[in-house]
C-alpha cells in the first residue's frame, strides 16, 4: 500500500462531497488534501468525472507543483494549490470550485457584504475578492501566479488566512481552505450560502445595511471566541 494512502483517501472523500452539496457541475471543481509530514497533497486528477473517481486516482504532488506518484494528471489547478501550502503552513486542505452565487460574484469583482448572522458566524468581514489578474501574470504560468494573486489580495486587505478561510478570484471563482480536506469542503458550502444569501439580500432591498458591529462580534466569537458556546 502506498505511504500517501490516507491522504489519497482524504482527498477522495472530500472531493466526492463537492457533487453532493451541490458546488460542482461536471467536472468544474478539485479538492486536494496535505501531509506536511511528507511534503506532498493529494488532488483530484484532471478532467476524470467523479463518478469515475477512487483514491488510487488521486495524484500525489509536492508543494512546489511536481507530481510523485500517479499516472493521472493533476488537476489543471495543481500550482495553486501548491502555492498555497508552500507559503500558508497553516492549511491542509484546499477546494476550488465555480460554484453558481459564489462564481457570480467573482465575476463581478465584488466582495460578498456581511450582511447577516449566518456569515458572521464564520467571518467578521466581507469575504474577499481578489483584484483581476494583470496581463503580465496572465501570460507567465496562469495557474501559479494564481496562487499570489490570492496571497497578495490577503495581504493588501490585511487579512489572515487562519481566520479567513475563503476567497473570490477576480472574474473566475472561489477558492477555500482549512485545517483539513473536510473543513475546506465545509467552507466551500458556507461561501456559496453567504454568496446567494447576499445575493437575494440586494434583491429585497438593494439599501440593505452591513450588519451592524456588535452583532458580528456576538455571532463570530460565540463560535469561534475563547468562551464559545454555540454550535449547530
Excluded at 3 to 10: L, M, P, S, V
Excluded at 44 to 68: A, H, N, Q, R
Aim: net charge negative; aromatic share 10%.
Amino acid at each position: 500500500m502506498s505511504k500517501y494512502q490516507h491522504i489519497k483517501e482524504e482527498a477522495y472523500r472530500a472531493n466526492m462531497q463537492l457533487p453532493k452539496l451541490g458546488l460542482v457541475l461536471f467536472t468544474f471543481g478539485n479538492v486536494s488534501a496535505a501531509d506536511r509530514s511528507l511534503g506532498v497533497f493529494a488532488i483530484k486528477p484532471s478532467g476524470v468525472p467523479y463518478e469515475d473517481l477512487s483514491p488510487e486516482k488521486m495524484v500525489i504532488v509536492d508543494f512546489d507543483g511536481k507530481t510523485i506518484e500517479g499516472d493521472l494528471r493533476p488537476s489543471s489547478d495543481t500550482l495553486t494549490h501548491a502555492v498555497l501550502y508552500k507559503h500558508w503552513d497553516g492549511i491542509n486542505g484546499i477546494v476550488h470550485t465555480h460554484s453558481t452565487y459564489g462564481t457570480a460574484w467573482a465575476q463581478a469583482q465584488r466582495d460578498i457584504p456581511i450582511f447577516g448572522t449566518t456569515h458572521a458566524d464564520h467571518n467578521t468581514v466581507d469575504i474577499p475578492c481578489a483584484p483581476p489578474m494583470s496581463d503580465e501574470m496572465i501570460q507567465g504560468n496562469y495557474e501559479y501566479q494564481t496562487g499570489f494573486q490570492i496571497m497578495d489580495c490577503f495581504q493588501d486587505k490585511g487579512l489572515d488566512y487562519k481566520e479567513v478561510e475563503m476567497v473570490l478570484v477576480g472574474n473566475h471563482a472561489p477558492f477555500t481552505w482549512g485545517k483539513t480536506a473536510d473543513k475546506a469542503v465545509y467552507n466551500s458550502a458556507v461561501l456559496e450560502t453567504c454568496a446567494q444569501m447576499a445575493y437575494l439580500t440586494e434583491k429585497i432591498n438593494p439599501q440593505a445595511p452591513r450588519l451592524k458591529d456588535a452583532l458580528i462580534k456576538k455571532h463570530y466569537e460565540r463560535k469561534h471566541g475563547p468562551d464559545s458556546y454555540y454550535g449547530q
